[in-house]
């Protein structure tokens, strides 16, 4: 029997989205090429997307995006790579098994991670257990970081079983997380809380639909039962946000959904988060909270994109406070929701191992 406190040829590897390696212009178009080169987010044939992002985005983009990042860059750099490495090492002070961390684009990358977990075993890695820190499945999020791990097996050469963590918007030990890291806020007055959520192009959910016929064809689509579901964003991010306020019994009319970040002229999912902001504002809505739960780390996205310009845009709509939710981050109950999905992950393993064992 296998001790899963002591499995010495197992690993942990946590992949999050990834940062320049500085605010600087030319780190920041590097990333970005990088970034919108994936097929599985900006899904246009190869050429057409090359043309787009390296004759169109990039040379725009840059040095407008390495502002942004020097607005958020902290002394120890940027802030989604300094919360994901502590996250990693308070996971590993609670397992004994080797944990890593890496992004899908940029440092440390994917390929890194895994062969870290490999010297960490001994050379005698046998399996990996990877866990993408999002939520909700998309194409351009989790299904792009298992095509990521499987490319790095094949130039690595490992042979390695590998066991991709599932979407966890539902997982109880996750909403109680998301909602105790919510929970001082709203015990404090507050008019309304905005869910929001970063946004996809409408036909990504049509692509991943395996169904073919259900998202965005079926009236009311997010409420009536199909297997679509595992698979569709929006049917996923408006499940979390019902979870997490019936757990805290905010009333409806006080919490609402939106999506933010768009890029280009696609029809992108709805209510777009800059106009409901104003729409609250000019509402009368003078408090409001914002969380952003489709991400479990602080990144541009959160902390400049709606902690600074939609706090300007909300303020200068009329209203008087508005206070960034901080995302789940390293808190306590968010690390202990990683060990329970891990450490039932070596249960699993200890069976199949002892399963495939032969009998004497």
């Not at 909602?179 to 959910?205: C, K, N, Q, T």
Request: hydrophobic residues 40%; contains cysteine; proline residues 6%.
């Amino acid at each position: 029997m296998i001790d899963i406190q002591t499995q010495k040829n197992v690993g942990v590897l946590l992949v999050n989205l990834g940062s320049p390696e500085s605010p600087d212009p030319v780190a920041v178009g590097r990333y970005l090429g990088e970034f919108l080169m994936d097929e599985h987010v900006i899904d246009l044939p190869r050429p057409v997307r090359q043309l787009l992002v390296r004759g169109m985005i990039v040379p725009f983009r840059s040095r407008r995006s390495a502002r942004a990042y020097r607005s958020i860059w902290r002394d120890d750099g940027s802030p989604l790579i300094v919360i994901s490495r502590k996250l990693t090492g308070q996971l590993q002070r609670e397992l004994e098994v080797p944990v890593e961390v890496a992004m899908r684009y940029g440092q440390p990358s994917i390929e890194e991670g895994l062969k870290k977990l490999h010297t960490r075993c001994g050379s005698d890695l046998r399996d990996v257990f990877v866990v993408p820190l999002y939520p909700h499945y998309a194409m351009s999020t989790v299904r792009s970081i298992e095509v990521a791990v499987e490319e790095a097996l094949l130039r690595t050469e490992m042979q390695v079983n590998v066991t991709v963590k599932e979407t966890f918007y539902q997982d109880t030990s996750y909403i109680h997380a998301l909602a105790e890291s919510i929970h001082p806020y709203v015990e404090e007055p507050f008019d309304h809380i905005l869910f929001s959520y970063h946004g996809l192009p409408e036909r990504h959910l049509k692509k991943t639909d395996p169904t073919g016929a259900h998202c965005l064809r079926v009236e009311n689509c997010c409420n009536v039962a199909s297997s679509a579901h595992r698979y569709c964003y929006r049917h996923q991010v408006f499940d979390t946000t019902n979870q997490v306020t019936k757990t805290l019994n905010i009333p409806d009319e006080k919490w609402s959904n939106a999506f933010q970040s768009r890029l280009g002229p696609d029809s992108w999912l709805k209510p777009f988060a800059a106009e409901r902001v104003e729409g609250l504002a000019a509402a009368g809505v003078s408090k409001l909270l914002v969380v952003c739960p489709a991400f479990v780390s602080d990144c541009l996205e959160t902390l400049e994109e709606v902690g600074i310009g939609m706090k300007r845009m909300f303020l200068d709509a009329g209203g008087r406070s508005f206070q960034l939710i901080p995302c789940l981050n390293d808190h306590a109950h968010w690390i202990e929701a990683l060990r329970g999905w891990c450490v039932g992950w070596q249960r699993d393993v200890e069976q199949r191992r002892t399963a495939d064992e032969p009998v004497a």
